[in-house]
């Protein structure tokens, strides 16, 4: 028995190297964005500086585990068996759901996660001790209110930082425009010392508060000298920033360093809790019960978790590493970032989000508001606010999503509003200030156009949506889980412990895949930074016929399986070719969508006269793809049914004209591929007799419909189906090649 407890605290530490692992990747996005997103430094260095954070965080935490060890439940009316249940519950909840939201790209809170899976696990071993008779109650058993703490942060967080997201940056850009290196010369030294002050005063209040050297008289002392740190603070580093800049220093890079490098010291030295303070509680509590349990474990009560948490070192040191390791290779961490950074750019990109009513109507009612104030607004202040935020002056590093003085701002004020709520005791969380910050000043550098206002608003309506999923399904999923484990006992936790990790090297394999399915999306974003609009349409052409080329390679696929599938009446293969072409619609709306973008760089002439034949082509490929749903879906639920095959005659007719189809699309893929633009008219030839032949079969076959034997009708009434849909699909490759020729060859 003592034996299996062991095991089983093991585990517990073995969890929270994957659970180290993935929530890193998730909260990275709190410190990263800015930096990658501004392009401050080099990736490689922005690693840097954040490791370096990551891991003095981790490394001088004092290990206060408070939260995970009395801060949901009371501890003392609960045995070491059941609080060993909802510890593992806890960790495996924890990393399935944080590894779900790093696969989708979206951030969210791992505190919430932590708070509500322990709410949800000690809820439902709560209800099981009530039916067993245990005499106490909820309040004996739950602390409900670090959870209401939770939520009320949550709503917080959004309004606050998104308003003073807006505010600060309108008036940072009114006051540097767009133009910003043409104002920054007695400006940067004022706005470089508010800049770091706030960054001091941050790392005072949040980022070294819980660390090992602080003691009570130290914090006393700070908290009764605030004011004289703060203007000491200003005083020196105005000057210091001013002198900086006289010596050619950027001052906003080292501004977004600086904060980049105290927010991930603040992430590790405060959230580090949230990742290994429950395998520590479980080794305390074994602890405890090894030397005092009897052996007992569904007696002996855990009233030593009541006692503050003594955590050694060498275990700080070791989640520092697995965290900064963690950061510098997970791809899901650079996943998870984009999708901030992409809301948040300041040009218009691969938007990730699709529609919603909600974004469409809140962009309608401020369309309306924003005429309306420029119709009462005098026209000089129109022309003052209209050249102090000038898009077309925007100064950005090269490849960047924003300019360094949003990035400056992003950090410094979120950490100054995390800073200030722990000051006031409003539970803020690190992870929504930092990302409504974000979006708030996005909003106010008018980074939310006409052409993107939709999406972003839907992506932020999504984030946000997201985290009180978080807090239901944490809930929900560790009271599943828990419940196994109480009632399946040791073996169901090791089992479902080992699930976990499988789960999540399993995700992690399919990830890699999709991201190598998604590197073509690099010349997108080539084309979006380019000046040139000759160049700019050449590799916009590549683009165009590359992703079609794509996709007539996966029609002609999926055309050769679903036929030899309905012919053999096999209904595996249906399915799964019904299942791709329905992702292949979304494939296509993006890839219009991005195309789309993508002639705004080219110059309007080429982009006039290009216009039909791109809009033609991408049109052929809807009604291709819309031709083989049709055939899919009727052939699949025929064959579903267990309805009569085909008959035999009919197989061999089809066969010869389903062989003349694949070899018509091998023939347009090696056009394609070779860029063969005079073999087109011999391509269209082959189109025009292909559908001559299958409009022949099509009417013979209507002729002698009544001559049929009456139970074949529904199996011919499918086959008919399929002759015109064919048909269709052949005349829209057909129209498709002379579009794609007239890219090519305007004259052809």
């Known amino acids: 028995m003592d034996f299996l407890f062991i095991g089983v605290v093991i585990f517990l530490f073995m969890l ?83 590894d779900v939201f790093n696969t989708l790209g979206m951030p969210t809170s791992t505190t ?42 949550i709503f917080l967080s959004v309004a606050i930082a998104f308003f003073f997201g807006t505010l600060v940056q309108f008036l940072a850009r009114t006051v540097f425009t767009f133009n910003y290196r043409s104002r920054l010369k007695w400006k940067i030294g004022i706005f470089g010392g508010v800049c770091t002050t706030a960054i001091v005063y941050f790392l005072l209040l949040k980022g070294v508060s819980n660390m090992a050297f602080m003691t009570p008289a130290l914090k006393e002392w700070i908290n009764s000298h605030t004011a004289v740190i703060i203007l000491g603070s200003l005083g020196v580093f105005t000057v210091v920033m001013q002198a900086l800049h006289a010596l050619k220093v950027n001052v906003l890079k080292v501004i977004v360093l600086m904060g980049t490098f105290a927010l991930a010291m603040a992430f590790a030295g405060n959230d580090l809790v949230n990742f290994i303070g429950v395998p520590l509680s479980g080794l305390s509590a074994w602890q405890d019960f090894a030397a005092n349990g009897s052996g007992d474990a569904h007696g002996f009560l ?7 948490a003594d955590t050694p070192v060498y275990f700080l040191i070791g989640a520092g590493m697995i965290m900064v390791v963690s950061l510098a290779t997970s791809k899901k961490a650079h996943n998870v970032t984009r999708t ?33 104030v420029r119709r009462v607004t005098p026209a000089r202040v129109r022309g003052w606010f209209n050249r102090r935020f000038n898009v077309d002056e925007t100064i950005m590093e090269s490849g960047a999503a924003f300019d360094l003085v949003r990035g400056s701002i992003n950090l410094v004020l979120a950490g100054g509003l995390i800073a200030l709520g722990t000051s006031m005791k409003l539970p803020l969380s690190t992870t929504f200030v930092t990302f409504m910050v974000a979006m708030g000043t996005s909003l106010a550098d008018r980074a939310w156009g006409r052409e993107s206002a939709v999406f972003r608003i839907t992506g932020v309506i999504s984030v946000i949506g997201g985290w009180f999923l978080t807090a239901g399904v944490a809930f929900i999923g560790a009271g599943i889980i828990v419940a196994i484990m109480h009632f399946g006992s040791y073996w169901a936790m090791i089992a479902l412990g080992l699930a976990t990790i499988a789960l999540l090297i399993r995700s992690n394999r399919r990830f890699k895949k999709r ?3 998604e590197r073509g999306d690099v010349l997108f974003q080539t084309i979006l930074a380019e000046k040139d609009p000759a160049e700019a349409w050449h590799l916009l052409r590549m683009y165009i016929t590359g992703r079609q080329e794509s996709f007539i390679g996966l029609a002609a696929q999926c055309y050769d399986e679903l036929t030899r599938a309905f012919l053999a009446d096999n209904p595996g293969p249906l399915g799964k070719t019904e299942r791709a072409l329905r992702q292949t619609k979304t494939v296509l709306k993006n890839d219009r969508r991005k195309q789309t973008l993508c002639l705004r760089q080219v110059d309007r002439p080429t982009a006039m006269e290009m216009n039909t034949w791109f809009y033609l082509g991408n049109n052929c490929c809807m009604s291709i793809l819309y031709n083989l749903r049709r055939m899919a879906e009727a052939c699949r639920e025929h064959v579903d049914n267990n309805f009569r095959p085909l008959p035999q005659a009919y197989v061999d007719e089809f066969e010869l004209l389903r062989t003349r189809i694949g070899v018509l699309f091998n023939d347009v893929l090696t056009m394609m591929n070779q860029e063969a633009i005079p073999a087109v008219p011999l391509l269209r030839r082959h189109c025009d007799e292909l559908k001559g032949a299958l409009s022949a079969n099509y009417h013979r076959l209507r002729q002698h419909l009544h001559e049929e034997d009456p139970e074949s009708m529904s199996v011919l009434y499918v086959y008919l189906n399929l002759l015109q849909e064919s048909r269709e699909m052949v005349s829209s490759l057909r129209k498709y090649l002379r579009a794609y020729a007239k890219l090519y060859t305007p004259d052809f």
């Open 16 to 98: 929270a190297v994957f659970d180290l692992w993935v929530g890193v990747s998730n909260d990275a996005v709190n410190f990263l964005t800015s930096a990658l997103g501004s392009k401050a430094a080099p990736l490689k260095r922005v690693l840097l500086v954040a490791s370096v954070g990551v891991f003095v965080g981790a490394a001088m935490s004092n290990g206060m585990m408070d939260i995970a060890r009395h801060g949901i439940f009371r501890p003392e009316n609960f045995s070491f068996y059941e609080i060993i249940c909802i510890f593992m519950a806890v960790m495996v909840t924890d990393i399935i759901l944080l």
């Open 112 to 153: 919430v996660s932590m708070v509500f899976e322990l709410l949800g696990a000690t809820f439902v071993v709560a209800l099981i001790k009530m039916a067993a008779g245990a005499g106490i109650g909820f309040s004996e058993l739950l602390n409900t209110e670090k959870a209401l703490s939770v939520i009320l942060g």
């Open 302 to 308: 855990m009233d030593s978790l009541n006692g503050p």
């Open 340 to 372: 901030e950074i992409g809301l948040g750019s300041q040009q218009g990109g691969d938007e990730m989000f699709g529609s919603s009513r909600i974004a469409r109507r809140l962009v309608r009612w401020t369309l309306s508001l924003l005429a309306w």
């Open 515 to 517: 991201c190598k399915e």
